[in-house]
């Protein structure tokens, strides 16, 4: 029977908490190495890479006493808390902890309870203290990279000394030959000196001879793959390579209220010295060597050797150029030896299987959008160009056909925009969404004509007036049974888009709908007909789908979308608003609901007294928004208060915000924004505009009298100035009442 998934240490009431055999699964169960019946065999590579590391001889640290690890667990305790009354005080009880741990930190990374202490304790680690740690493990990292509860403790061990690599880098040298202060703080004056670099190089020392065995490790393959991005310089941040550094059911360990102090440099690629250049080098020559094109395939179909051999073949081709492809040791060489690439030669035959393999596919993507552009066009030409519209049904195949449409050029884009547009209504029923999108971002990019595609997505979802924007978006409808997702090594998440956790909604997710209202959202960013469609549909509904949508947490982002999106005319976002109307206080108390009318600000852009109204109502409901958060931030971003104490000022801001678009016609907000001068005022405005009515009145000529009686009148008016001055305030007034009154009609 299948095992639950349970996070390491919780709900396991057994004294001895040190689990040093890896075999040993949740609920102290030992599974056989071979009794995974999904397993896939790796065709003879299995002896080698059990012989790259001697199983029988691994160590053991011993055990940590029952003192000891209440220590620990009290310590774990405060961190996660952060229970201290500031920085100072926690650092003094950092230095105490390492203390107490010195000669125990490899029973602690080992120790199921404590080990999390570990990795809380190296996110709020010094240089200093990191070092500690290296040489602490130092010689033992083969072991601990493949130990259930040190593997995590090492990876972050890596990813926080990352950045502190390109910080010795970056530091400035002084007279004395050393760094700077902040970053070679030692503990000790006779300490010896250890950079950061030699203490990975000495790492990736102890690693020659076991990158085979690491590579298919259930637990080691996460820590070498952030080894890798170390070794290349490539951010490490969690979200964009969060598929490579960790498993969907890894458990998150972290300091509550804690900053690190490295996450600008771990959002952005960094320098790293010449030296892990040339390491990298050699680690990916190691990993290929002694394996032949059978047993590196047998790789791409493990579930944990696949997304290391994605890195490796990525950093090959990025790092070392293109030209890499050529070399007969290098991985892409091996893995797709013929040239040209056929269907019928055992290239082709791998290409074909890999595209509907749930596992393999993840290896097609990487090979699609880094291939030199020689062999893309091969590949596009022999396996994709005449087969699009049938892979792109394929739950599994339409992510490479995502990737193979991101890297076509305008020609070719436009070829499968001719093949895929008549199948658009399948895709769509099938919720292959992705394609979809993709192939709408991409049309955008290369300024390709979207009109087909609107019409083909109106008639998948037909209605009298257009189409069914409610059954488009998969709105209160039944969780459909087929997600359109895919299997990920190492149970990542790679190509899925918010569809695992949603904040505050408890009701299980249908990944459909989060999917097309992702494909509505694309569809609203790009110009003409496709937000067009979208906008139409979201205006014919009725106030309560729209409300109900609103307070949806997924239909929300539509709407606040739609409210958004540039492309929208003034028109269509009044139409929008207005459904909206009476309803603002209880949107605003809302979670969901209270984002959009923070969109709905912005959203009347051009449409100040709608904007007044809106603000009108949230007066009205000011009792009610001040009692709940969102209320309140809704209270905020609308600047109620000042609408409260002074209205004149409030309503001035608001006209200049809104552009006063809402009070001015078209023509003189074009020759006011074209002086060169101060913007001039209403007042000014009228007066111009009289000066040219009286020019063109007495331009007619005096066969029409009534025209020059009423020029006779104004020039009456014109010798009194202050009759003057009351025409042009009274001319004024009607000016900015009329289309407020039109509007509101």
Not at 217 to 232: C, D, F, I, T
Not at 520 to 532: C, D, E, R, Y
Request: net charge negative; charged share 25%.
């Amino acid at each position: 029977m299948p095992q639950d998934n349970k996070k390491r240490g919780r709900r396991m009431k057994r004294n001895n908490d040190d689990v040093d055999d890896p075999s040993v699964q949740d609920g102290g169960k030992r599974h056989k190495p071979t009794d995974n019946p999904n397993l896939v065999p790796l065709a003879g590579h299995d002896e080698s890479l059990d012989n790259a590391y001697p199983h029988a001889e691994k160590p053991f640290f011993g055990m940590l006493d029952e003192e000891e690890q209440e220590y620990f667990k009290r310590a774990d305790d405060m961190l996660e808390t952060n229970s201290f009354g500031n920085a100072e005080e926690r650092d003094l009880f950092l230095s105490k902890v390492y203390s107490e741990a010195e000669g125990k930190e490899l029973k602690i990374a080992q120790s199921q309870s404590c080990s999390r202490l570990m990795e809380r304790l190296i996110q709020l680690s010094t240089v200093p203290q990191m070092k500690q740690l290296f040489q602490a493990f130092s010689g033992n990292f083969v072991h601990l990279f493949s130990h259930r509860f040190a593997s995590h403790c090492c990876q972050a061990l890596f990813l926080r000394a990352g950045p502190a690599v390109t910080a010795e880098l970056l530091a400035p040298a002084v007279k004395s030959g050393k760094k700077r202060k902040d970053i070679l703080e030692q503990t000790s004056p006779d300490e010896i000196y250890v950079s950061m670099e030699n203490l990975f190089l000495h790492t990736l020392a102890e690693l020659e001879g076991s990158v085979g065995y690491l590579m298919t490790s259930q637990y080691a393959s996460h820590v070498l793959r952030v080894l890798l991005l170390v070794l290349a310089g490539e951010p490490l941040d969690q979200d964009s390579n969060k598929h490579l550094l960790q498993s969907k059911r890894k458990e998150t360990v972290t300091v509550q209220g804690a900053e690190s102090s490295s996450g600008q440099s771990m959002e952005k690629s960094r320098s790293v010295p010449k030296s892990f250049s040339e390491a990298l080098e050699k680690l990916i020559a190691e990993s290929v060597v002694g394996l032949d094109t059978e047993k590196l395939r047998a790789l791409a179909m493990h579930p944990n050797a696949n997304p290391t051999l994605q890195l490796l073949l990525k950093l090959e081709l990025t790092h070392f150029g293109k030209q890499r492809a050529k070399d007969e040791t290098s991985i892409v060489r091996k893995l797709l030896p013929d040239d040209p690439i056929k269907a019928d030669n055992g290239s082709g035959a791998f290409i074909n299987g890999l595209i509907y393999d749930s596992i393999g596919s993840h290896l097609v993507e990487q090979i699609v959008q880094h291939a030199p552009g020689k062999m893309f066009k091969s590949l596009n030409k022999e396996f994709f160009h005449e087969r699009l519209a049938a892979l792109a049904r394929n739950e599994i195949a339409g992510y490479v056909v995502c990737r193979v449409l991101e890297r076509m050029s305008k020609d070719d884009l436009y070829e499968a925009h001719e093949t895929l547009v008549p199948a658009l209504p399948d895709l769509l029923q099938r919720n292959r969404t992705m394609v979809v999108r993709t192939l709408i971002e991409r049309c955008s990019v290369r300024e390709i004509d979207t009109q087909a595609i609107a019409a083909q997505m109106e008639a998948a979802f037909p209605t009298p007036d257009g189409i069914d924007m409610k059954g488009f978006l998969k709105f209160g409808q039944a969780p459909a049974t087929n997600g359109g997702s895919r299997e990920t090594p190492c149970d990542s998440v790679q190509n899925s888009a918010d569809v695992d956790a949603l904040p505050g909604n408890s009701s299980p997710v249908d990944p459909s709908k989060v999917h097309f209202n992702l494909l509505a959202q694309t569809m609203l960013l790009v110009p003409g007909s496709l937000s067009g469609l979208v906008l139409d549909g979201l205006i014919r509904l009725d106030d309560s789908t729209l409300l109900a949508m609103a307070k949806d947490f997924i239909a929300t982002r539509t709407l606040q979308a739609a409210l958004t999106t540039k492309h929208a005319s003034i028109i269509e976002r009044r139409k929008l608003v207005q459904h909206f109307y009476g309803n603002m206080g209880d949107m605003a108390n809302d979670k969901a609901a209270s984002h959009v009318v923070d969109c709905i600000w912005e959203g009347t852009h051009g449409l100040a007294f709608i904007r007044e109204r809106i603000a009108e109502e949230l007066a009205e409901n000011e009792a009610l928004l001040r009692d709940t958060q969102h209320g309140r931030a809704v209270w905020k971003n609308w600047k109620m208060d000042i609408y409260k104490r002074n209205r004149s000022e409030w309503i001035k801001q608001s006209k200049f915000k809104a552009n006063n678009d809402g009070f001015q016609s078209l023509s003189e907000l074009d020759l006011n924004k074209t002086d060169g001068g101060p913007a001039k005022t209403p007042l000014q405005l009228a007066r111009e505009r009289h000066a040219v009515r009286k020019t063109a009145k007495e331009s007619r000529g005096p066969n029409r009298s009534s025209t020059q009686g009423q020029t006779m009148k104004h020039d009456d008016l014109a010798t009194n100035g202050s009759d003057m001055f009351k025409h042009e305030e009274v001319s004024i007034r009607k000016e900015t009442e009329a289309p407020a009154a039109a509007a509101s009609s």
